[in-house]
């Protein structure tokens, strides 16, 4: 089992940034995918960013050059850093682990952009 405990969400401006936190319960070694999805009142989850234990990260398209997506493997977390934050990126942030036959959800994070 793993836990993963997100943090960082609030409000902030258009233009601005953010810095979302998951950090995971117990160390994760080996082959995994660790990613963040978002969802929008009314939205399906949609992925946002990945990265695999190898360090390949992905993107969504909405986010690419905007968003960057990390890791600090000997803490097993992974951070999103949002720069030029649009009101459509409001949603509830999840980080999620593939781990083994398993995925792992954290419980979300409120992310709102607003003037």
């Known amino acids: 089992q793993v836990q993963l405990v997100e943090s960082g969400g609030g409000l902030v401006q258009p233009g601005g940034s953010l810095r979302l936190s998951c950090a995971a319960s117990r160390t994760i070694s080996g082959t995994y995918v660790m990613g963040w999805y978002r969802q929008a009142p009314g939205n399906e989850r949609e992925m946002v960013a990945g990265i695999i234990s190898g360090g390949q990260k992905s993107y969504a398209d909405t986010v690419k050059g905007r968003f960057t997506i990390s890791k600090e493997n000997g803490k097993s977390t992974v951070y999103l850093q949002m720069n030029s934050l649009k009101p459509e990126d409001t949603a509830v942030y999840y980080c999620?682990?593939?781990?083994?036959?398993?995925?792992?959800w954290g419980q979300g994070t409120q992310v709102a952009v607003s003037l």
């Open positions: 999620k682990v593939r781990y083994g036959p398993a995925d792992y």
